[in-house]
Structure formats: structure tokens, C-alpha cells
């Protein structure tokens, strides 16, 4: 952790247990403007947290699902929800249904970081026990967000780069697409969800 990141870590606990009750107590009146600068910077909402605000709601979704290049797609219906959680900060996603012809959760929080300038998403879900983790932007005057990670590949033993796609079609429409970069450097689509706003 750099010592920039240290500091502005430093200031989130003391204005967490410094700021209680009513009113600002004397030690968090103490702290440097400066510091205080910085940290009302790094927790200001901005245009990006707005864009989540998009996909907040009760969704029906068609997932397609390909198990390997050039295998048959499989599909399946599926529902999600969205939120914001802490201020509009982050938005946070429940889906439920199936994959696969299993029953199958998962959550998603995606957020943007003001400190590295990206989006963060982190996705668990009932078919593993893995964190994955993926960074990306959003693509200026789009309504498109562009994520890549490393997942853990159990089968190869080793980490996959994935991209993410996610593209807000409409007020009632947006899709996720996830796609895998194979070891030799190929590329394949291996699941899209196409979610429509429930009505």
C-alpha cells in the first residue's frame, strides 16, 4: 500500500471515530484542511456514480451461456435486482436462476474509485468460492463500461484474463457480455446476459 493510499486510509478511521453523535468533535476539527481536502475528494459522488443509478431496479434476464469455443449455447431465464448501497457509492446486483440447468446466486458490487480513476467490480457466486475481481473505464460519451481481470482457471491451475462488456442499451435494456482470453491468446465469448427492465 503506497503511503498516499496509507495516509488517505488514516484519515477514514479517525473522521470514523472521531465523527459520532451530533456534531464533529474536537479531534476531527483538528485535522489539516489539507488532509481534509483530499479525503472529501476521494468520497465525492460524480458523474460516474450517477451512470449506476441506471441500473437500479428489478430486471428479467436472458443469460446465454457457451461452455467452451464453439460449443452449443445454452440459455436460461433469470432475474435481477439492483441497488445503491452507501451514499450511491456502489451499486449492488442480486441475481438468482439458473446455469447450466443449476440452480445458481451470484452478487455484484461495482463501484467507481475516485483514488484510481476506474471502475471496480467484485463478483461471487453459489458455483465456486472464488473473488472476482475485474478494473476498467467507462468509454467517454458511451454507455458502455470495459473491464479486464485475471479469474482463477481451475481446470489449467492458472489465472484467465476475462474482459467485461457492459453496455446500458436503453433506460430498460443494458447487456453484460464476459469474455475469456485463452492461454494461446484466442478469444471467446462465454456468457452474455441481456437484461430487460420488469415491468
Not at 442480486?94 to 447450466?100: C, P, Q, R
Request: one cysteine or more; aromatic letters at 10%.
Amino acid at each position: 500500500m503506497s503511503k498516499k493510499h496509507s495516509l488517505i486510509l488514516g484519515i477514514c478511521l479517525v473522521l470514523t471515530f472521531s465523527i459520532l453523535g451530533a456534531g464533529i468533535s474536537q479531534e476531527a476539527q483538528q485535522i489539516d484542511p489539507k488532509m481534509m481536502e483530499v479525503y472529501m475528494k476521494m468520497m465525492a459522488l460524480n458523474e460516474n456514480h450517477e451512470f449506476l443509478k441506471n441500473f437500479v431496479g428489478e430486471w428479467e434476464v436472458t443469460t446465454t451461456a457457451w461452455m467452451q469455443p464453439g460449443a452449443e449455447p445454452v440459455a436460461s431465464q433469470n432475474k435481477a435486482e439492483a441497488k445503491l448501497i452507501l451514499g450511491g457509492r456502489f451499486l449492488m446486483v442480486d441475481f438468482k436462476g439458473s446455469m447450466f440447468g443449476q440452480s445458481f446466486e451470484g452478487i455484484q458490487i461495482i463501484g467507481y474509485d475516485n483514488y484510481q480513476k476506474k471502475f471496480n467490480s467484485f463478483w461471487i457466486d453459489s458455483s465456486s468460492t472464488g473473488f472476482y475481481l475485474t478494473k476498467g473505464s467507462r468509454e467517454k460519451d458511451k454507455n458502455v463500461i470495459i473491464e479486464t481481470g485475471l479469474w482463477p482457471d481451475p481446470v489449467s491451475g492458472t489465472d484467465m484474463e476475462v474482459r467485461t462488456i457492459t453496455t446500458l442499451v436503453s433506460k430498460d435494456e443494458y447487456v453484460f457480455e464476459m469474455i475469456m482470453i485463452l492461454p494461446d491468446g484466442t478469444e471467446f465469448k462465454s456468457m452474455e446476459n441481456r437484461s430487460k427492465r420488469k415491468k
